[in-house]
């Protein structure tokens, strides 16, 4: 459990709870979004796991595309061959303990990892 997520389930006044909140942004206690913001580095702090060159690329191209079958036609590949590398990609992740179970999740991990930008969306 978080400490925000305990402020607002201990059951605290309104009040106490934004008491409690100003102290944790005062104290550099809560996450900011410039936290989750990549600046193109990798830090060793997180764990990265070893994605080949086509598995970048695949991973881009369907996360540009509405569809598996769309990055397929864009790569000149199977909508299979398109998820089995996603699949693959996904246990590197997991394996590395950064689960990423979603497109979503996978977009992060791409943003984190270094691998696009936000400049490029």
Do not use: C
């Not at 104290?27 to 702090?45: C, F, I, K, P, W």
């Not at 191209?61 to 000149?76: G, H, M, Q, V, Y």
């Amino acid at each position: 459990m978080t400490a925000t997520t305990e402020l607002f389930t201990t059951g605290a006044s309104s009040a106490a709870r934004r008491a409690d909140a100003a102290d944790m942004v005062a104290h550099n206690r809560v996450a900011r979004l410039a936290d989750y913001r990549g600046s193109g580095e990798v830090t060793a702090a997180i764990p990265r796991p070893s994605l080949s060159d086509r598995e970048i690329e695949v991973l881009l191209a369907w996360l540009a595309a509405d569809s598996k079958e769309d990055a397929a036609a864009r790569l000149f590949i199977s909508a299979s061959t398109v998820s089995t590398h996603l699949a693959r990609i996904r246990a590197k992740y997991t394996a590395v303990g950064r689960g990423a179970p979603t497109k979503t999740h996978l977009f992060a991990r791409a943003l984190q990892d270094g691998y696009t930008g936000l400049d490029s969306w």
